[in-house]
T-cell receptor
């Protein structure tokens, strides 16, 4: 298994500002994922972050809006840039083990006013 | 295009009875299926999984059934307990792929 922590756990931000979310894993992992869960909806994959390479973004998500860093095998950040109320969501960091099981952090609840 | 569907947004069950949560998928390439439980203000936690080479996997009170021909899986919880009240997500992935696709979730209420 993997233990994942995220900071901040929640934040209220003003429109037009940016927020960086940190994700720390207790073991080295190759792939880290960033998800978004909007109210009443499923988990939507934003991007996959591999150490040492550019993140791979899913359709509908772009690097300018959601820049990601992956400086080592235990840490990643996701920035939500130029925020609007539509970005209000829970943002989740996740890792996948070799067995195919996927583990999630506790999430960051973002409210944009 | 929803590749993983959970058509019941909510389910209410009496304590001690069986809870059955259903999930359908459309992509025949999926060969690994998972169930996650999510409490408010927490991230999803892995519950149980099943490979497509099996049709049943059991772990304590939780059993997952897979019907490949119908592209359907279900999670059975017996007996249900009030602490099982949570949102349950069905998820699927394909060998060689790294993306896991999630359903919309089913909120389970277990009444004492």
């Amino acid at each position: 298994s993997a233990v994942i922590s995220q900071k901040p756990s929640r934040d209220i931000c003003q429109r037009g500002t940016s927020l960086t979310i940190q994700c720390q894993v207790d073991s080295q992992v190759t792939m880290m994922f960033w998800y978004r869960q909007q109210p009443g909806q499923s988990l939507t994959l934003i991007a996959t972050a591999n150490q040492g390479s550019e993140a791979t973004y899913e359709s509908g998500f772009v690097i300018d809006k959601f820049p990601i860093s992956r400086p080592n095998l235990t840490f990643s950040t996701l920035t939500v840039s130029n925020m609007s109320p539509e970005d209000s969501s829970i943002y989740l960091c996740s890792v996948k083990t070799g067995a195919g099981e996927q583990y999630f952090g506790p999430g960051t609840r973002l409210t944009v006013t | 295009d929803q590749q993983v569907k959970q058509n019941s947004p909510s389910l209410s069950v009496q304590e001690g009875r069986i809870s059955i949560l259903n999930c359908d998928y459309t992509n025949s390439m999926f060969d690994y299926f998972l169930w996650y439980k999510k409490y408010p203000a927490e991230g999803p936690t892995f519950l149980i999984s099943i490979s497509s080479i099996k049709d049943k996997n059991e772990d304590g009170r939780f059993t997952v059934f897979l019907n490949k021909s119908a592209k359907h899986l279900s999670l059975h919880i017996v007996p249900s307990q009030p602490g099982d009240s949570a949102v349950y997500f069905c998820a699927a992935s394909a060998t060689g792929g790294f993306k896991t696709i999630f359903g919309a979730g089913t909120r389970l209420f277990v009444k004492a």
